[in-house]
């Protein structure tokens, strides 16, 4: 069992940044990769960013790539997701969820925790 809890999110006017954090608890979370996604208002959750399990692979939605880094320590039991050049188009719930497959698929993902609100102002 994987409890995952994310926080960092408010909050901020467009090209700001912010950094996501998603602390796990468990003994078990370097076995798991993370995935970051969101729910803009309105919409269905989309993929954002994942990371395998050992941190060494990453994968970004087209919309981030290049503005956003998934990163992870082990040994803090954490994944954070740090975002830059924020867009309106970015807000969103964001969940950070925990898988045994490093994938896009947020149906593959066993935990999820419960969001943490990123709100863009133009």
């Known amino acids: 069992q994987v409890q995952l809890v994310e926080s960092g999110g408010g909050l901020v006017q467009a090209g700001g940044s912010l950094r996501l954090s998603c602390a796990a608890s468990?003994?078990?979370?370097?076995?798991?990769?993370m995935g970051w996604f969101r729910q803009p208002p309105g919409k269905e959750r989309e993929f954002v960013a994942t990371i395998n399990w050992r941190g060494t692979n990453t994968h970004y939605a087209d919309s981030v790539k290049d503005r956003f880094a998934i990163s992870r320590d082990n040994a803090k039991n954490t994944v954070y997701l740090q975002m830059n050049s924020l867009k309106p188009d970015d807000t969103a719930i964001y969940y950070c969820?925990?898988?045994?497959?490093?994938?896009?698929?947020?149906?593959?993902?066993?935990?999820w925790g419960q969001g943490t609100q990123v709100t863009v102002s133009s």
């Open positions: 969820a925990a898988g045994r497959t490093y994938t896009i698929t947020p149906t593959a993902y066993d935990y």
């Open positions: 468990g003994r078990t979370f370097r076995a798991y990769a």
